[in-house]
């Protein structure tokens, strides 16, 4: 069902992990939603609408792995005026079978891991419900007009102890259940925290750690090992020597990141397709103006042809130094590799020794306080 915290932590990434292959059923009974519902399997991002039949709707997927599928208009009025979708594991060779009481509660049945699924669902249903109590509190008390800062203390105090209890209730469902798949489906609806995952992982049975089932998991486990790792990596640059290299610029000519000692240098890796990255320009020229002779800033365009490069260049007139990044150039120097760039835009600051002083992912308004903070 719903995902703790659905708003508040990132998505589910559709990276590979043991494909089991086979056919995903789904079927429901639906009251008043009009002639058709939708559904939408979560890594091709494909919605489609099934129609209802007297009140009943079935569908069935191929699915090369386990996913989530996510039922919109479930809660629709005949004239589809409310919203709303409630979100399930898909594992090929299972049926899920979705209706609601006469109190309008989801009930989940099907196949032996549904009926399995939903008791693991209730019981972590009081810890999962009060957090999100919690968090509802917070949003009631901004929308209020309540500061920020003024919810803050309340927020660090009681969110970690919720936190707390919703993987401890977790963990306990695995721990009774340990050879279940739906424990293993369960595991992938922690916080994302890798110690989290791997505790509860550990958990299991080695049989239910290989069901297609764990995968949920474990695509989300992968995903945030690889981010801690390009973290550490970025980490660990701050406070070294800037990796050098050289590209050529926009007139065409060759310029290395190593002749621009003597000055502050902000690196930035953009594209003329990075939305974040033009909202942002604006902003930077005025920096750029406003620590004239002081600071100098490299545009890296990624992910661009030559021709998209130099006309967003010229459009928005970009005053400072511009380089190509050629991705598909295997022979010449990939600032991106050498930063571990994997967000856009992403802006490195190196002082004028050569040294990395900060990195910053995303247009975030902290870039422009520290570099207030250096060339004041």
């Known amino acids: 069902m719903k995902k703790l915290f659905l708003t508040m932590l990132a998505g589910m990434m559709a990276l590979g992990v043991m494909a089991q292959a086979g056919k995903f059923t789904v079927r429901g009974t639906f009251e008043d939603v009009g002639d058709s519902v939708s559904f939408m399997i979560r890594s091709t991002s494909l919605g489609q609408c099934y129609p209802v039949t007297g009140q009943m709707m079935e569908a069935e997927f191929d699915l090369n792995n386990a996913d989530y599928i996510s039922i919109g208009r479930w809660f629709a009025g005949r004239n589809h005026s409310e919203k709303g979708d409630v979100t399930f594991p898909a594992i090929p060779g299972e049926t899920l079978v979705v209706s609601k009481d006469a109190d309008g509660k989801i009930q989940v049945g099907g196949s032996q891991f549904y009926v399995d699924y939903n008791e693991a669902q209730k ?21 209020e007009g309540v500061p920020q800062e003024d919810l803050m203390d309340e927020f660090q105090t009681k969110m970690p102890i919720l936190i707390d209890d919703y993987v401890n209730a977790v963990k306990d469902y695995v721990r009774a259940h340990p050879d279940q798949d739906a424990s293993a489906a369960l595991i992938a609806e922690l916080p994302e925290e890798i110690e989290y995952f791997e505790d509860a992982a550990a958990l299991l049975t080695e049989r239910a750690r290989g069901s297609v089932a764990a ?43 190593s002749s621009l000692r003597g000055k502050w240098v902000v690196i930035d890796f953009w594209g003329s397709w990075c939305g974040w990255c033009i909202k942002g320009m604006p902003m930077m020229k005025e920096y750029y103006a406003k620590y004239q002779g002081e600071l100098e800033i490299l545009g890296v365009d990624c992910n661009d042809t030559v021709e998209k490069w130099k006309g967003a260049v010229a459009q928005h007139e970009l005053p400072w130094l511009h380089v190509y990044c050629d991705m598909e150039d295997e022979n010449s120097d990939n600032p991106v590799d050498l930063y571990n760039v994997r967000g856009f835009p992403t802006k490195v600051v190196v002082n004028p020794e050569g040294v990395v002083a900060k990195i910053i992912i995303g247009e975030d308004p902290t870039f422009y306080d520290y570099l207030d903070e250096v060339l004041k």
């Not at 999962?128 to 929308?143: C, G, M, P, S, Y």
């Not at 801690?228 to 990141?257: H, K, V, W």
């Open 123 to 143: 019981s972590v249903e009081a810890a999962n419900q009060a957090a999100e109590d919690f968090v509802e509190h917070i949003r009631t008390k901004l929308a």
């Open 215 to 257: 995968n949920l998991y474990k695509k989300t486990l992968k995903s945030m090992k690889k981010k801690a790792e390009e973290e550490a990596y970025r980490y660990a640059l701050q406070g070294c020597d800037a990796p050098d290299f050289t590209l050529m610029d926009i007139n065409g000519n060759p310029l290395s990141l």
